[in-house]
């Protein structure tokens, strides 16, 4: 099973609040990324990272940020939430030279009221 | 830009075989990955297959590729209940520099008794 994890697991937050999503790994992997997941199922990269101070944006355009001081570490900040945010959100990770076979973290379910 | 196009649901009873079946665009895709969601959790790699295959198997799982048609399937013998869950197929593409995964739009398979 794979060491990553995400918390908190679910949130449920108000409109303007500032929130950061967590998402840790273990297993020494230089790259991460964060997907923003429909209600539809459909999975869209939003964020991307090859190793400490490297971060990327994705396919789809986010208001969220991410940093990657540390390499087991890939929050994820939104400054001022709003109801369009409510998503899951799932973080994943991967070695240098097999990057496609991500792992993933159980995600992290976001309501904004 | 790459299109990844699964249908959306699909039920099977117990002990049946369970057919997905997913289209790709991107003709230059090296490989294509099944990943498997069950509810409330993050995404589990089930297995890949390389563009110079047709056909990969490991245990109840049989993966098929038409790279002419840029049509992967996935067979599941004999499902099981446990089986029941939400599966992306998904290619590698390019970002730029690097590559990423696009998935596609999911399948959610229901296994009945």
């Known amino acids: 099973e794979a060491d990553i994890y995400q918390t908190p697991r679910y949130l449920v937050i108000g409109t303007g609040k500032k929130i950061t999503l967590e998402c840790s790994q273990t297993?020494?992997?230089?790259?991460m990324y964060w997907y923003q997941q429909d209600p539809g199922m459909e999975l869209h990269l939003i964020h991307y990272?090859?190793?400490?101070?490297?971060?990327e944006k994705g396919d789809l355009s986010s208001e969220s940020t991410v940093s990657r001081i540390r390499t087991e570490h890939f929050p994820l900040t939104l400054e001022s939430a709003r109801p369009s945010h409510t998503s899951q959100y799932l973080c994943?990770?991967?070695?240098?030279?097999?990057?496609?076979?991500?792992?993933f973290g159980p995600g992290t379910r976001l309501t904004v009221t | 830009g790459e299109d990844v196009e699964q249908s959306l649901f699909l039920s099977v009873r117990e002990g049946d075989s369970s057919v997905i079946n997913c289209t790709y665009t991107?003709?230059?895709?090296?490989?294509l990955y099944w990943y498997k969601q069950e509810p409330g959790a993050g995404l589990q790699l089930l297995t890949y297959?390389?563009?110079?295959?047709d056909m990969k198997q490991d245990q109840r799982l049989t993966v098929l590729l038409n790279k002419k048609d840029k049509h992967l399937s996935l067979r599941i013998a004999d499902t099981q209940t446990g089986d029941s869950a939400i599966y992306f197929c998904?290619?590698?593409?390019?970002?730029?520099?690097?590559?990423?995964?696009?998935f596609g739009t999911g399948t959610r398979l229901q296994v009945t008794l």
């Open positions: 991107d003709s230059s895709s090296t490989y």
């Open positions: 297959i390389f563009s110079n295959m």
């Open positions: 990272s090859y190793g400490v101070n490297s971060t």
């Open positions: 994943a990770s991967s070695k240098r030279d097999r990057d496609l076979e991500q792992y």
């Open positions: 998904a290619e590698k593409s390019r970002a730029g520099t690097a590559s990423k995964l696009t």
């Open positions: 297993m020494g992997h230089d790259k």
